[in-house]
């Protein structure tokens, strides 16, 4: 079992970046994927970008890619994403994922992971 807390959410105007942290517990994190998603108000939610075990294989959303990068560091436990070029509609609660023995391609499926952080705002301004 993993438990995953995010941090470095904020308000920052448009055009501007934030990092995200995910750090998990745990002594077997390099066996599990780590997904990013997020929720805006009223809509449901949608993946972000991924990061195989290892780190070798990424996957983004159209909506965020060439501006968001997903990274991890396996001997810290932690996940990262890095946001730049920020916009008005990516303000949403970001939650960090784990996903466990599926297949990659459930990558973006929020049904393929067991474990959630509580989620994290990030708010941008116009």
């Known amino acids: 079992q993993v438990q995953l807390v995010e941090s470095g959410g904020g308000l920052v105007q448009a055009g501007g970046s934030l990092r995200l942290s995910c750090a998990a517990s745990?002594?077997?994190?390099?066996?599990?994927?780590m997904g990013w998603f997020r929720q805006a108000p009223g809509k449901e939610r949608e993946f972000v970008a991924v990061i195989s075990g290892t780190g070798g294989s990424t996957a983004y959303s159209d909506s965020v890619k060439g501006r968001f990068t997903i990274s991890r560091d396996n001997a810290k436990n932690t996940v990262y994403l890095q946001m730049n070029s920020l916009k008005p509609e990516d303000t949403a609660v970001y939650y960090c994922?784990?996903?466990?023995?599926?297949?990659?391609?459930?990558?973006?499926?929020?049904?393929?992971?067991?474990?959630w952080g509580q989620g994290t705002q990030v708010t941008i301004s116009s």
């Open positions: 994922a784990a996903s466990y023995g599926s297949a990659w391609y459930t990558r973006t499926l929020v049904s393929a992971y067991g474990y």
């Open positions: 745990g002594r077997t994190f390099s066996s599990y994927r």
